[in-house]
């Protein structure tokens, strides 16, 4: 069984700054990618970011060029770098880790831009 816990969420204004951290844990033979989602209310999930074991990143074009996503492999944990955030930014975040091709998700992120 594979654990994963998110953390960082919280509340910040228009043009603020966030950083989301994700560890897996447990059973962990490889880890193929992990990434990051989000759900805002009303609306589908979707990706937000993603890094495979190589370092290949993508991103949502919404967030490119604000938003950097990285991992520190020897603590299964990614990180998720939220610069010059906008309201329609807000959702819960979820991470999600492959580990050997099967997906695991934590249970969510609330972040909260105001205008």
């Known amino acids: 069984q594979v654990q994963v816990v998110e953390s960082g969420g919280g509340l910040v204004q228009a043009g603020g700054s966030l950083r989301l951290s994700c560890t897996a844990s447990?059973?962990?033979?490889?880890?193929?990618?992990m990434g990051w989602y989000r759900q805002a209310p009303g609306k589908q999930r979707e990706l937000v970011a993603r890094?495979?074991?190589?370092?290949?990143?993508n991103y949502a074009d919404s967030v490119k060029g604000r938003f950097t996503i990285s991992r520190d492999s020897a603590k299964n944990t990614v990180y998720l770098q939220m610069n010059s955030l906008k309201p329609e930014d807000t959702a819960v975040y979820y991470c999600?880790?492959?580990?050997?091709?099967?997906?695991?998700w934590g249970q969510g992120t609330q972040v909260t831009v105001s205008s």
């Open positions: 999600n880790v492959v580990v050997a091709v099967i997906g695991y």
């Open positions: 447990g059973n962990i033979f490889r880890i193929d990618a």
């Open positions: 890094i495979t074991s190589s370092d290949s990143t």
